[in-house]
């Protein structure tokens, strides 16, 4: 095996790790982000304001972006 084989298994290894531990510390619920107002922890029907954020910035960009590649 050459160095770089090494370097890319402990690099896979390593990932592999942090997912597995990331699952077990998180027990199947939402992330951490400690939001205002997020009730999505709680019940399964509830709302993640931080991920509602995202998503709406993240449709404002892409209309930015449309209307920028129609006007060029």
Avoid: Y
């Avoid at 990331?22 to 304001?49: I, L, M, Q, Y």
Wanted: hydrophobic share 45%.
């Amino acid at each position: 095996m050459s160095p770089i084989d090494i370097v890319i298994v402990v690099a896979v290894v390593a990932v592999l790790a942090l997912c597995i531990r990331s699952f077990t510390k998180g027990k199947g619920e939402c992330a951490d982000c400690t939001a205002e107002g997020c009730s999505a922890r709680n019940r399964a029907e509830g709302r993640c304001v931080a991920a509602e954020d995202m998503l709406q910035r993240v449709d404002k960009a892409l209309a930015e972006s449309q209307q920028a590649q129609t006007r060029n």
